[in-house]
């Protein structure tokens, strides 16, 4: 019986096998749905179907770099046990080199080749081995004529649970490095919301400035004196939230943007940061909570 792409996709779909064992389970069962999926059960390859619905909020943030590209991706698990695990940090590390190659967002990240198959088969099959739903969650790519890189927590090189990266523009190539790594720990630290003002979500500039307003209105002054206010609090702001306008963590007597400055300085060459990206394992996720007495009932089939 031919085999049909429809067909391989309702079985991926029941199963969440991958697609070339979703294949192989309908060739060895002459096309018999019901049997193929019986095939792929006893070969252990149904597992994640089963898996798919809990919650994976933890897992490992990497980050790679090549020449003046730098990828961040961020692959969840349901245990930090399972992050820990050499078999996961393997497979996140080779995702993060296939990133490398890929220009569009995290789906296609997930369709894009690794070992004969797609990255999102591959994390599929790996859920079946390991027995714990994992999910490839976040990618990010920046390009420039230096990409830094800086991971938290590594449990190994290039994996962690922050990972960082920072585009700058510059011919000092050493120099726009050191500094850019400097940044990137400074970033991890603090987590800005935007490379400057300019950057930020006119939304989010919006509702800050709402709630400085009625805070300042609370006090009772004039609306000249409020207005004078809400100016001196909303740079203080910016000041808190825009990377190139932050107390530098290494030093902070300086802002970022003076300490890139400095060293652009000293190289004899300008030196400019054009972009960072930040990403923290389950970062957004709401996580399940469950008591104790919950999970040992659960244990015992209860």
């Not at 700058?168 to 490095?177: N, Q, Y």
Request: glycine residues 8%.
């Amino acid at each position: 019986m031919a085999i049909t792409a429809a067909m391989v996709k309702d079985l991926r779909e029941k199963t969440g096998a991958g697609m070339m064992d979703a294949k192989k389970a309908l060739t060895e069962n002459d096309g018999d749905m019901e049997a193929a999926v019986d095939w792929l059960r006893a070969k252990g390859l149904a597992k994640a179907a089963k898996k798919s619905g809990r919650t994976a909020a933890e897992g490992l943030a990497a980050v790679a770099v090549r020449g003046g590209v730098g990828v961040a991706v961020e692959v969840n698990s349901e245990t930090d046990f399972v992050a820990r695990n050499a078999e996961f940090q393997a497979m996140v590390s080779e995702i993060a080199q296939v990133a490398l190659d890929v220009t569009g967002d995290v789906e296609a990240l997930k369709a894009a080749p690794m070992h004969g198959k797609t990255v999102g088969d591959v994390v599929t099959e790996k859920v079946a081995t390991i027995g714990e739903n994992m999910a490839v969650r976040r990618f990010a790519r920046l390009e420039a004529d230096v990409v830094a890189s800086y991971v938290h927590n590594a449990v190994a090189p290039g994996l962690g649970k922050i990972g960082v990266l920072v585009a700058l523009k510059s011919t000092a190539t050493e120099a726009a490095e050191a500094i850019g790594r400097q940044v990137a720990m400074h970033v991890a630290a603090t987590a800005p919301a935007s490379l400057s003002e300019a950057d930020l979500d006119p939304a989010l500039v919006e509702r800050e400035k709402a709630v400085l307003t009625e805070q300042a209105r609370e006090s009772g002054k004039p609306d000249a004196v409020i207005e004078k206010m809400i100016v001196g609090r909303m740079n203080k702001y910016f000041q808190e939230v825009c990377l190139l306008k932050q107390a530098f963590v290494i030093n902070p007597d300086h802002t970022v943007e003076q300490a890139v400055e400095a060293a652009a300085k000293e190289a004899g060459a300008p030196i400019v940061v054009t972009g960072f990206v930040r990403l923290a394992v389950g970062e957004g996720v709401e996580k399940e909570e469950e008591d104790f007495a919950a999970e040992v009932a659960k244990t015992l089939g209860r």
